[in-house]
């Protein structure tokens, strides 16, 4: 092919993919919370698959660039869900058109689609909120309460309790982002959400109540504080007020940290580098030596001698023991000794059987069956094992000693 021909082609192509790429414009004000939905059904159109049954996945990323800008978040719960850009801008965007690439994967027909969202920033400093409060919403997940409908509600039911003139949410953060744990599958719970309310009036006593010794000492004890503005959330909000915060950006000191100066980058001239010598001195090991092996062995051979003559030297022996020993304690002691060997050999020339269930049924050696040491003529087999002993030819009665006084 005709390189001058190639090239018209890929110029006319990358046109047409351009010109499939739809553009949508948004503008958003900084220090405020937007959010934009990506609709799934739309993208289903796009993908020419079915919107009620195709897996759709979205993957959103600043152009140029792998990922989205840091003050943007994105969250999709399942592929049969749509998708949510939020956050809120800062104030170094402003008048920077920020373009975000959405792209649409059908996971059915393995189609995509993509849309650029283009993002103007524009100042809010006209209109500052001194005054920012953070409420900690248990449940609530941070799509729900991105709807216009549920952020309206809840600004609504601050506005009646603080009483400001200009009331806009700042931020809103999940709970997972915040070092939180994902909820269990059970009784509906909720990751829970953080939503940061600014206004410009100082706050209302209400929300006061939760910095009282009263309520911090609940808190501490992991109480629920008493809060008298609590039961205007409570019908769709369930906050907890042990974690509210309330900043007074005036009140703030800001500390401004002195950049050092990183300098020209050139180094000094302190002239020219003059390497080590070729030729090296010898060095004597001798003493390093010394210091690390003979001198530990020393001292482990003198360890050695003072052991030894300790265990071998200073032995008292039996004899010496002996002569230490009062005499009537020696003949108590040869006493016991020589009563507990009698008793040993007594034991051992005791003519009394074995019992049954010790006896073998073979013969060890050549195999044959053991006769029983009893007669078959009495009945053993309901019979107790000391009563079938008592019972034996072999055995000898152990003569008893008339009951009465055993000394004279």
């Not at 499939?20 to 020419?48: G, M, P």
């Not at 008793?343 to 010790?358: A, D, V």
């Not at 073979?362 to 006769?371: A, M």
């Amino acid at each position: 092919m005709d390189p001058v021909a190639f090239l018209v082609c890929v110029s006319i192509a990358h046109v047409v993919s351009t010109a499939d790429v739809k553009h949508e414009a948004v503008f958003w004000r900084n220090s405020q919370i937007h959010s934009y939905f990506i609709n799934r059904q739309r993208a289903a159109v796009q993908t020419n698959g079915d919107a009620s049954n195709d897996p759709i996945t979205f993957n959103t990323n600043l152009m140029g660039y792998p990922d989205r800008p840091g003050w943007l978040r994105y969250i999709q719960r399942t592929p049969f869900s749509d998708g949510v850009l939020y956050g809120s801008p800062t104030a170094e965007h402003v008048g920077k058109a920020t373009i975000i690439e959405i792209t649409a994967y059908n996971r059915r027909t393995f189609e995509t689609a993509r849309h650029n969202l283009v993002i103007n920033i524009m100042s809010a400093d006209d209109f500052p909120l001194p005054y920012q409060a953070e409420f900690y919403i248990k449940n609530m997940n941070v799509e729900e309460m991105l709807a216009s409908e549920v952020l309206g509600d809840f600004l609504g039911a601050v506005k009646n309790v603080w009483q400001p003139e200009r009331l806009n949410a700042i931020n809103i953060t999940s709970a997972l982002d915040r070092g939180g744990r994902v909820p269990l599958p059970i009784n509906d719970l909720k990751e829970g959400v953080y939503v940061m309310v600014g206004a410009d009036v100082p706050f209302s006593s209400c929300l006061k109540e939760v910095e009282t010794p009263q309520n911090q000492l609940r808190c501490s004890q992991e109480m629920e504080p008493m809060v008298s503005c609590d039961k205007k959330f409570r019908a769709q909000f369930n906050i907890d007020w042990c974690k509210i915060s309330l900043v007074d950006i005036t009140r703030v000191v800001s500390v401004i940290k002195e950049k050092p100066d990183p300098g020209s980058g050139v180094l000094p001239d302190i002239g020219e580098y003059n390497p080590p010598s070729d030729s090296l001195k010898s060095r004597d090991y001798f003493s390093d030596f010394l210091l690390t092996l003979a001198v530990p062995s020393a001292v482990a051979m003198v360890l050695f001698i003072i052991l030894g003559y300790a265990m071998c030297c200073r032995r008292e022996g039996v004899e010496k023991r002996n002569l230490q020993t009062p005499d009537i304690q020696l003949v108590h002691h040869s006493s016991i000794q020589k009563s507990t060997k009698d008793l040993r050999n007594m034991s051992k020339n005791r003519e009394i059987s074995w019992p049954l269930s010790t006896l073998p049924v073979f013969h060890p050696v050549s195999g044959e069956i053991v006769p029983p040491l009893h007669p078959d003529s009495f009945e053993t087999t309901s019979m107790p094992l000391m009563q079938t002993q008592a019972n034996l030819q072999n055995q000898t009665q152990i003569p008893q000693q008339p009951s009465g006084k055993w000394y004279s």
